[in-house]
């Protein structure tokens, strides 16, 4: 235990990470100083890059709290070695598109207007605002899910603590931990509180990314008001987060050398859960053309076919190619346990899912329903400078994580350990007789499991 | 706070020294385990956490707020639109829902810490690093005179180290 040395190849990838994120910030301040316009807005499409990278990165963010709360209460064994990597990744996942609604703020430095709170304007939001539910949904998320991986840390900053031989390092462990000393008392709070935590977690996960799809589902717009809206969203987001657990699973697995931790097993099992999360993704896919085609409503009709025969058949293709055609190599348990074709796999689920925020977005917003309100929608450098800054400012949270906290969660792996036991197949009387004592304090009965 | 500590390998040496102890009627006693167990959860008998109090009443005062805030900003700054209520508990169930988890969340975690004596400035009485590791660790708090027969009970269910602290 305790911290290894960074290696060059951890310092090389967090100055690549640190520079991609000083790109974006000098063209969030390019576009602060130039206005909006510097982005790719041109009316009427208003919604851009800006808003797909944020329900990109808060789908990326449904995953961790998928496998560390959801999972942990239906009792599956296979969460235990990823899910402390996934909570990491929500919470830096949710941090980056918590910046991208301010991003796409004019002036987002009255961003606070947002939120309720007296103030000497005597405004106050409007509570029937998806943009409002937003907020409320996101910063409880954020909140909970940075809570959730805050406490699970707890004993393990504390066994840490304990290894560690750096004084200003151990000082900081101590404080971390809370002193934390492993006693019955805290664990029989911790356990408790923890399996309150999953529980409260798990309808807010349904719960945020349905919010995020309200944002769309609420407005008339073609493509967009659709009661299918919600549970699209929420089985896309646990969909691009399990892609995004692979992207940054193996490389940590294989360069920590956690191969007898993170088994190929636990991959597996995991790759069954992406697997069943693209076919959910691609049923919503068809069911979308479905309700267009059997609605009788031109508009949604001609939407349809201009997003996939159409001006963005380009984008839709990758969409589904992604989503729907790759996946369905996980139905070879070949495959599944194939560390490399999973990585490539990820990556391109990264992609489809991003397009297919781009899709929903862009293609209703520049195809409405008058034909002389069509248009078209080009990114600017400065949407790809912020898009690529967000990476960069994921992974570097990401490869500080890494690099001071523990990526798995000692304590329980730990649990799944049988502990030593001095007489495994023997009772407590059993075992005072056999150290001569007098007779048996208690009367328990014999049996042969022993203690454990 | 004065006491003895026993470190010990196995898990059932602890258990069956934690029983033993309570039969020589010292109450005062201390698990230390690197992972819960519920054998130490068995013996001890400590009863269910009051963290889902906690858990309930903020839980519920969270949801009171979350609609009560809408409702009130709807009030206070109507947005009338014809046909349509100036607050409406459809919409407004998000913000009791997310509220009811902000509240009932965080207060979970500040029970927690409350009920479990955290944050603690110090570890060193009682304590050993080991017990992070995978030893288990038995505090028994005692009075000077009752040390040396709670370092007996110990020792006799097979502790590999015994000392007294205080």
């Known amino acids: 235990m305790g911290t290894l040395r960074p290696s060059l190849g951890w310092f090389a990838l967090l100055g690549v990470a640190i520079l991609c994120m000083l790109i974006g910030a000098s063209a969030w301040m390019y576009q602060i100083y130039e206005g909006l316009g510097a982005a790719g807005y041109h009316p009427p499409v208003m919604w851009g890059v800006y808003i797909v990278t944020f329900v990109f990165w808060v789908g990326i963010g449904h995953a961790g709290t998928l496998i560390s709360a959801i999972l942990y209460l239906f009792r599956a064994g296979f969460r235990t070695s990823i899910y402390r990597a996934a909570e990491a990744m929500t919470v830096f996942a949710v941090m980056t598109a918590g910046l991208f609604p301010i991003l796409h703020l004019g002036r987002p430095w009255k961003f606070f207007y947002l939120i309720p709170y007296p103030n000497w304007r005597l405004i106050w939001p409007n509570p029937k605002s998806p943009l409002v539910w937003d907020v409320f949904a996101i910063l409880t998320y954020l909140t909970i899910s940075s809570t959730f991986l805050y406490i699970g840390l707890i004993p393990d900053i504390a066994a840490l603590r304990d290894k560690e031989k750096n004084p200003i390092r151990r000082q900081i462990y101590a404080n971390m931990s809370l002193g934390w000393r492993n006693s019955d008392r805290e664990w029989r709070h911790f356990t408790r509180a923890y399996l309150f935590l999953a529980a409260l977690s798990t309808p807010l996960v349904l719960s945020v990314h349905s919010v995020v799809s309200f944002d769309f589902a609420m407005a008339l717009t073609p493509g967009w008001h659709a009661t299918i809206f919600p549970p699209y969203f929420v089985a896309g987001a646990i969909y691009s987060g399990l892609g995004m657990v692979f992207t940054i699973i193996i490389p940590i697995r294989k360069y920590f050398k956690l191969q007898h931790y993170v088994t190929l097993n636990d991959l597996d099992a995991a790759a069954k859960m992406c697997l069943f999360t693209s076919l ?20 949604e009709q001609d939407y349809f076919w201009n997003r996939v025969f159409g001006q963005w058949a380009w984008a839709a293709w990758i969409m589904l190619i992604c989503n729907c055609v790759l996946p369905l190599s996980l139905f070879s348990q070949q495959l599944r346990r194939n560390t490399t074709w999973l990585w490539i796999l990820s990556l391109f689920i990264n992609l489809g899912m991003w397009f297919e925020r781009f899709v929903i977005v862009v293609p209703s ?3 409405e329903f008058e034909p002389w309100q069509w248009s078209t929608y080009a990114p600017t450098w400065v949407d790809y400078s912020i898009l690529l800054g967000s990476f960069g400012w994921f992974f570097m949270w990401f490869l500080l994580f890494i690099k001071q906290l523990p990526v798995l969660a000692i304590a329980e792996i730990k649990e799944v350990i049988p502990p030593r036991m001095k007489h495994p197949f023997l009772s407590e009387s059993q075992v005072l007789e056999q150290h001569g004592m007098a007779g048996p ?12 | 706070m004065q006491g003895v500590l026993g470190g010990f390998h196995e898990i059932d040496s602890a258990v069956h020294a934690i029983e033993d102890l309570g039969k ?17 959860e068995e013996v001890l008998a400590r009863g269910p956490s009051a963290v889902r109090r906690f858990t309930l009443i903020f839980g519920l005062a969270g949801v009171t707020f979350g609609y009560w805030i809408a409702v009130w900003i709807s009030q206070y700054w109507p947005i009338v639109v014809g046909g349509k209520a100036i607050a409406t508990w459809v919409p407004y169930t998000i913000f009791g829902f997310e509220v009811m988890v902000l509240i009932g969340g965080l207060a979970t975690v500040y029970a927690m810490f409350g009920l479990a004596g955290m944050p603690r400035l110090t570890t060193t009485v009682g304590y050993d690093p080991r017990f992070s590791a995978g030893d288990f660790g038995v505090w028994v708090e005692t009075t000077a005179d009752r040390a040396d027969e709670a370092m007996e009970v110990l020792r006799r269910h097979g502790a590999r180290e015994v000392r007294s602290e205080r």
């Open chain 1, 441 to 452: 304090i208690i009367n328990d009965p014999p049996h042969s499991g022993g203690l454990n």
């Open chain 1, 280 to 299: 959910v993704v691609g049923l919503a896919y068809l069911t979308e053309f479905q309700v267009a085609w059997m609605s009788g409503n031109t508009f």
């Open chain 2, 24 to 40: 020589h009627r010292f109450k005062d006693i201390t698990v230390y385990t690197p992972t819960p167990r519920h054998e130490f």
């Open chain 1, 365 to 367: 917003l520049s195809h």
